[in-house]
């Protein structure tokens, strides 16, 4: 089954770049790699999806290597805002045949002024 | 669009009592899933849907919890006999199709007593 593994906290400043990683062995090998933000009493809203490689779009970067063992969120310049904690989504393929949903242990980010 | 609605968003029920939570998935998604978040704990799997059926049930924490989805739509997450250990947020979340992105909602704050 599916383990991941991120950072417990990390503490950055206004404008800086932020790179969280989340470690994930044995995923599904047809499933994407999916990361959310979640702030305190709300449920955890999308950041980023990809399958491998890099994707990029307004918010972040992510970055996916051949072997799809691990994952990095990129956050660029970040904001007072952005703190929050930060999860990677993977999927499981389990012996049944279907699959089961594996979040990460959870980021929590600090951006200090 | 409306996004997943949950109700009700609070819960506080006796030891021993029944509860039933609801989700309201966005329309036209396909796919549907429920989460657990303990208090200051990360996100557990419980189970998901394909439209009405759900091909696995192991991640159900006991044989008290029970859920179901009709019409490919309203999904309900039923736990008998509660226990203080159930107290947590039930998040529930909804794609098209399996393995797209998932969206969240606010999630439903059960409060065991």
């Known amino acids: 089954l599916a383990k991941t593994t991120q950072p417990i906290s990390m503490d950055s400043y206004e404008g800086q770049e932020v790179n969280i990683t989340c470690s994930h062995n044995?995923?599904?090998?047809?499933?994407?790699i999916t990361w959310y933000q979640q702030f305190p009493s709300q449920g955890p809203r999308f950041i980023i999806q990809g399958y491998k490689t890099k994707v990029t779009n307004e918010v972040a970067s992510l970055f996916i290597p051949a072997d799809r063992k691990s994952s990095t969120l990129s956050l660029p310049r970040v904001s007072l805002s952005d703190t929050a904690v930060y999860y990677c989504?993977?999927?499981?393929?389990?012996?049944?045949?279907?699959?089961?949903?594996?979040f990460g242990t959870g980021t929590r980010l600090k951006v200090l002024a | 669009g409306a996004g997943v609605s949950q109700s009700p968003s609070n819960k506080v029920t006796e030891k021993g009592k029944d509860v039933e939570l609801r989700c309201d998935p966005i329309s036209g998604h396909t796919a549907l899933y429920w989460y657990r978040q303990s208090l200051g704990q990360g996100l557990e799997f419980l189970i998901y849907?394909?439209?009405?059926?759900?091909?696995?049930k192991s991640g159900l924490p006991s044989d008290r919890f029970s859920a179901e989805r009709t019409g490919g739509s309203v999904s309900t997450l039923t736990i008998q006999r509660t226990q203080q250990e159930d107290s947590a947020v039930y998040l529930c979340?909804?794609?098209?199709?399996?393995?797209?992105?998932?969206?969240f909602g606010a999630g439903t704050r059960l409060s065991v007593l």
């Open positions: 849907f394909q439209g009405n059926s759900a091909p696995d």
């Open positions: 044995n995923i599904a090998t047809n499933d994407y």
């Open positions: 989504l993977v999927g499981d393929k389990i012996p049944s045949g279907t699959y089961k949903y594996i």
């Open positions: 979340a909804s794609s098209y199709p399996r393995a797209d992105i998932q969206y």
